[in-house]
């Protein structure tokens, strides 16, 4: 009876450790996420998902093991988590979720590929064709159609009011007219671009001094020929000419900015003689259209080369 007597304490605290961990194994293992979905971004990306109604906090392993801990506030609402320093590539994103008592779920995986700085490498603005000056704080803006990829650009001005100010237009616009500008500023212009729809970052452009960008575009299509009379001198066409007869002809074009220019090509166009060929010819440059500089007074052959 002593022997069996000294074996019952064993035998009942084999018992008890088996009770205790049947107990721990029988603890609650919170559910996995759901609706798991990753964005991509520059170096980065975002993760969303939804979460048990008992999640506490959420782990978001990348990157070999590293992982970003988020605490669950609201276990309603869908979860959002941005991760950094990602390399560029496909990168395999994990979640897993735990409760109360530090137990984790299963982890559930999303693949997102992520973007460095090589694709903006490439990336080009859109070309500015001309701007029209409409009065001393406002200008109208003429630009060329938009190009693949790209998702808006970007106009940043100093406004009249001397507050920083931007616009922009969306890829099926190419005009548009700001009213509020203070023209003595430079104000610039870039295009950005996303690789695809839902990439959460944005890839810009050089940005553009517009101001010195519409002295520099000779582009013709909105010069204006005051009077209408002698548009055919400046349509780039030498099969049209503008026929003006005896000495002191002339005609006046609005270039609608200040222009930055090196010189002017002529061509003449008619029988080749001294009766139809103009010999000399003025040139004059003015910005309020009342004081007149004189840039060039040339003497022309008689010939129809330019």
Not at 57 to 63: I, P
Not at 219 to 232: F, H, R, S, T
Not at 246 to 253: H, K, M
């Amino acid at each position: 009876m002593k022997q069996t007597s000294t074996y019952l304490p064993l035998a009942f605290a084999a018992l008890s450790l088996l009770a205790a961990a049947c107990q721990k194994a029988e603890l609650p293992v919170p559910e996995p996420v759901t609706d798991l979905k990753a964005y991509p971004g520059l170096y980065r990306a975002k993760v969303e998902f939804s979460v048990p109604s008992d999640a506490v906090s959420a782990k978001v392993f990348h990157s070999s093991g590293k992982y970003v801990q988020t605490e669950i506030e609201d276990p309603s609402a869908v979860q959002s988590v941005i991760v950094e320093e990602l390399s560029a590539g496909e990168n395999i994103i994990r979640v897993v979720t735990l409760n109360s008592e530090g137990n984790n779920s299963d982890p559930r995986g999303v693949r997102v590929q992520v973007y460095d700085d090589s694709y903006g490498n490439s990336l080009e603005n859109r070309e500015l064709i001309e701007q029209i000056i409409g009065s001393s704080n406002s200008v109208e803006m003429y630009f060329s159609d938009a190009l693949e990829n790209e998702v808006e650009l970007r106009i940043e001005y100093t406004g009249s009011d001397g507050s920083e100010k931007s616009v922009s237009l969306t890829p099926d616009q190419t005009f548009v007219n700001i009213e509020d500008i203070n023209l003595s500023e430079d104000y610039i212009y870039y295009s950005v671009y996303k690789p695809t729809a839902d990439f959460i970052d944005e890839y810009l452009t050089e940005p553009i001094n517009a101001r010195t960008a519409a002295m520099k575009n000779f582009d013709k299509e909105l010069w204006q020929v005051v009077g209408g009379a002698g548009a055919e001198a400046v349509d780039d066409d030498a099969s049209t000419a503008w026929t003006a007869e005896g000495a002191g002809a002339s005609i006046t074009v609005d270039m609608q900015v200040e222009k930055i220019y090196n010189g002017f090509a002529i061509v003449q166009n008619g029988d080749m003689n001294s009766t139809t060929f103009a010999s000399r010819m003025t040139f004059e440059a003015s910005s309020d259209n009342v004081e007149w500089q004189q840039i060039s007074n040339p003497r022309l052959r008689l010939n129809g080369y330019r």
